[in-house]
């Protein structure tokens, strides 16, 4: 259905016309308020950064007028036309025409520090993506760019091929197939061309007794604040220096908005709103818990919107070269989204690996040291949450989270 947008033209408020058009505009605002009762203002002077209630954001574009280049009404319902594609089937350009959608501009009430999550995912990078889903492997060709490059990148994965392996076969490829200026020419920049997707991670040095991370107050530090260790291996070497120990951050926040942003996920994240067990005396879902309920009575503003996310915690070492003689140990630290059901929730494809702690030997009680990038962000989703796109109802809406471990909240005071 085409929206009539004429009245945002108009520059006298006084206008028939325009107040007609103003009081529709509103009208369709209010299906799409956020938790607050809010909606975002696209006057002039506020250009969809602030939440305002309905009516005052009439009041604003009265007085401001409407912003001239907001012609998609995004943040009011409106989807982007998705662009033209031979098969829209593919769950790929599905993908990236949800990840459009994520793109919001920093709201007044903005999520935890979004300059620190490594994110790639630019308007130019979406764009080239975008193309390279129309674009044609070779004349002929079944798979575009993009899905070539995904499917080699996951057998690689699933086949543990080294990154020399993966660098032979893309140069026989070039030479076999003449692709010479359609592929990467090597894992690194096919890595570099994936990863425009978004959802990287953050590299953080550590101490390399565990007393500290060079993190956010220590960042700029050469030796450790505690044991006066160095930072480095070698710190005499003049050129790119190599830390001692390195912590591997994921940051959840985008992690989180693409799970509502993703049309193939999104439906799932509001399932434990109705999927608790009736029977009485049973259990099978954590919301279905003491602990679960205990929390919806005492945090009432975080249980009214359902689609706040309640996350589990978890952490455990492995040796990852299988060797016991080798006392290498790699902790990894797993959240899972107690928000879905629980036929899901548990899945491999389901976990979120959030920190990867490695060194010759176990964090042990150290490990809330590393921990620490994770809490950060946790108490910003508690105290702050972060404007988020939801597919299935297409509105924006603050979300927050809540993590759990052995029954103990983490993320709020």
């Not at 203002?41 to 250009?47: D, L, N, S, V």
């Amino acid at each position: 259905m085409t929206i009539d947008k004429r009245w945002t033209t108009i520059r006298h408020s006084f206008n028939p016309d325009f107040i007609i058009g103003l009081n529709a505009f509103i009208e369709r605002c209010k299906n799409y308020l956020d938790s607050h009762g809010k909606c975002s203002c696209p006057c002039k002077h506020c250009g969809n950064t602030v939440f305002l209630k309905p009516k005052h954001i009439k009041d604003h574009i009265i007085k401001n007028g409407f912003e001239p280049s907001y012609t998609i009404w995004r943040h009011h319902g409106e989807l982007p036309q998705p662009p033209e594609v031979h098969n829209t089937m593919d769950p790929l350009r599905n993908l990236l025409h949800d990840i459009q959608l994520e793109e919001v501009p920093n709201f007044e009430e903005e999520g935890p520090n979004d300059d620190e999550t490594m994110n790639d995912m630019t308007a130019t990078g979406l764009e080239d993506l975008i193309d390279s889903t129309q674009t044609e492997l070779y004349p002929g060709s079944k798979l575009s760019l993009l899905e070539f490059l995904a499917k080699l990148t996951h057998i690689k994965v699933l086949n543990e091929w080294t990154i020399t392996s993966f660098d032979q076969l893309l140069e026989l490829l070039i030479q076999s197939h003449h692709l010479n200026n359609t592929i990467p020419k090597s894992f690194y920049e096919t890595k570099k061309w994936m990863r425009k997707i978004g959802l990287g991670y953050q590299a953080i040095h550590a101490c390399k007794n565990d007393y500290c991370l060079f993190y956010k107050e220590y960042q700029d530090l050469e030796n450790c604040p505690i044991c006066n260790e160095s930072r480095w291996k070698d710190e005499r070497i003049m050129g790119k220096k190599v830390p001692n120990k390195v912590l591997r951050y994921f940051p959840i926040t985008p992690r989180l908005k693409r799970l509502y942003s993703s049309r193939y996920t999104a439906k799932d994240m509001t399932w434990h709103a109705t999927g608790q067990c009736n029977e009485e005396g049973k259990m099978r879902h954590p919301v279905d818990g003491r602990a679960w309920k205990e929390i919806d009575k005492r945090y009432l503003d975080f249980t009214r919107e359902h689609r706040n996310v309640r996350l589990g915690l978890a952490a455990d070492g492995f040796n990852p070269f299988g060797n016991m003689n080798n006392p290498y140990n790699m902790w990894p630290v797993i959240l899972t989204t107690y928000n879905t059901p629980s036929w899901i929730c548990m899945k491999e494809s389901s976990l979120m690996s959030t920190l990867l702690i490695s060194g010759p030997k176990s964090p042990g009680k150290d490990v809330d040291v590393y921990l620490r990038p994770l809490v950060d962000e946790l108490k910003i989703l508690w105290s702050e949450g972060v404007v988020t796109h939801d597919s299935v109802t297409n509105t924006y809406f603050q979300m927050k989270s809540n993590a759990y471990l052995d029954h103990k909240r983490l993320s709020c005071p």
